[in-house]
């Protein structure tokens, strides 16, 4: 099974664990999470609120709450993140990688203009002219489909549609000419349409630059439609990666079966959408079990005991001890993104 290119990944994420002081306490908040996005790359990661989707993308910026503690190794080009010092860690936020928030109305400062937000890195971090700089960032928002760009350089967060200022957003992770691109959520606040539209900026930014991209989503459809790979979390871990291509024909875990199996489709008539059972487990929850394990309609005693490891089945790498079950019950359907 080729689930990955050759060549040396641009992020390799290996036994990334995470405890966060939670009400006085050490809590786990990641177990184990084993990732890598290869330059020209884009990794859809999936799955519900507090999963560790975003966890896991913050631990990669090292933007962690004070007191949390990471075992485990990131590195970013080859280079440790957890060892960096404070000038190597600025360093690399300004120049290697960049992170697309969720609701760009928070991470904007209101009362500064679009182009000091965006020129701002620029010229205080590279030295770049303050009219270069303006150039520059006038052509990247024409070529995120802002026309007027000027204009909109003049303007203040607040007169502009959500949809503009995530393009904004993508503008301003560009600028810095970044190798890796964090996406949290950025379609989340938009409408459907804008949404694609959105998405379709990003997939060709990422496919002209050569970027690795890890999309965070909790849109299985729009993760398949732009990714190559999708990584599914639960509970703190990885609990399935697979080809994009091959998300509806080769899923094997439960939980992926499940999250496909709640999607409305406008190719399947249902009286109602099929709700997966249960509350979604914390990972300091899951102890040594499954953490699936309550909410699973193929659970056996075995799954409450032993925890299963990520193995190759068929087309994906699934932590599932009947992952094989799983996938030949499951009726193949055609890939989403075909």
């Known amino acids: 099974m080729d689930m990955l290119p050759s060549e040396d990944p641009l992020l390799r994420i290996d036994d990334l664990r995470l405890e966060l002081p939670i009400q006085g306490e050490m809590k786990i908040a990641l177990h184990g999470v084993d990732l890598e996005v290869h330059a020209g790359e884009a990794v859809g990661l999936v799955g519900e609120s507090g999963s560790g989707k975003s966890l896991t993308a913050r631990s990669i910026m090292r933007l962690l709450p004070h007191g949390a503690r990471l075992r485990g190794d990131i590195r970013l080009g080859g280079v440790s993140v957890p060892g960096l010092d404070g000038d190597g860690l600025r360093r690399m936020r300004a120049r290697e990688v960049a992170m697309i928030f969720q609701d760009p109305r928070a991470h904007i400062n209101p009362v500064h ?70 996406a949290d959520e950025p379609t989340t606040a938009l409408d459907v349409t804008t949404q694609e539209e959105v998405m379709a900026i990003l997939d060709e930014q990422r496919r002209g630059r050569a970027l690795g991209l890890l999309f965070i989503t909790h849109d299985l459809e ?36 499940a ?26 929850e899951a102890g040594d079990a ?39 019950a499951s009726a193949p359907e055609e890939p989403l993104n075909a």
Do not use: N
């Open 259 to 284: 999250l496909l199996a709640a999607r409305p489709s406008i190719d399947e008539r249902r009286t109602r959408l099929v709700a997966i059972p249960g509350r979604p487990s914390s990972a300091f």
């Open 290 to 328: 499954c953490p699936f394990e309550a909410r699973c309609p193929h659970v056996e005693e075995r799954c409450r005991t032993e925890r299963p490891a990520l193995r190759p089945v068929g087309e994906s790498l699934v932590a599932c001890h009947f992952a094989e079950d799983v996938h030949a």
């Open 113 to 182: 203009t679009i182009g000091d937000y965006l020129t701002e890195g620029l010229v205080r971090t590279r030295g770049v002219r303050r009219r270069d700089a303006e150039d520059k960032i006038a052509g990247l928002l024409r070529e995120v489909g802002i026309a007027d760009a000027g204009r909109r350089m003049r303007q203040r967060p607040w007169q502009l549609s959500g949809g503009l200022l995530q393009r904004v957003m993508i503008a301003g992770a560009l600028a810095a000419e970044p190798r890796l691109i964090l």
């Open 222 to 257: 729009l993760a398949a439609a732009v990714c190559d790979r999708i990584v599914v979390m639960y509970a703190g871990r990885i609990v399935e990666q697979l080809p994009a291509a091959h998300l509806r024909d080769a899923a094997s875990h439960p939980y992926t079966e």
